[in-house]
């Protein structure tokens, strides 16, 4: 059973891997490691921020590691806020100013026209390379929040696939929010690629 490290300070992250891993894969966590030192993440994309901090892991523990960065791309904003969703609204990171702003930057679009998706791009480090897999959650955004649920954009982002119209992630349950997001997609892509019992980090088939 290899021993990855999931280059986060997110418990919650963590845990959601672990237990997709469970019985093939280890896996720790930042904190699991006691290493709370904030990794910078200064790439101008979701791939250059998740490599950043694979490499940051990579060079300081030398286990094969990997690590996450999401955003959320709205078609009528040229893809912002993109790679930064975090902070769109300014420091420090607040998820209500950040969705107020967005609601705000779209007062005057139409229904039909606030496509957007959230996309998760996963970074893989290991002694054979750099890999990288992503998820993506098509949907749009709602005129006003709707739900209590989640964390983040979660009340305003209506995704394509859920269980009925103009239902928001943040009124889904984190199990019905895990089968169709993009971070469930990115770890799934993970797995099936990468991690599942009958290939290495590499991705390369165990004899
Ligand atoms: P991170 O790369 O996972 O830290 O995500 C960057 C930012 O994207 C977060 O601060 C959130 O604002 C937003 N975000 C990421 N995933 C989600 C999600 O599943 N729902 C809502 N917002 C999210």
Redesign the pocket.
Known sequence: MAHWIFATH?PH?AREIAELLAGVHEVSSLADLDYHEPIPETGATLEE?ARIKADWVWERFGMPVFA?????EVEALGGAPGVH??RYAGEP?D?AR?RARLLEALAEVPAGERRAR?R?VICLRDASGTHFVEGVCTGSIAQAPLGSG?????PI?IPDDGPAQGVT?AQLTSEE?NAI???GRAIRNLVARFLNETRDGAGHPVP
């Open positions: 997110n992250k921020n996450d960065d999401t955003g959320l969703s975090a990171a998820d950040n959230f998760t989640g964390f983040g954009y979660d982002f992630f929010k997001s993009h971070r």
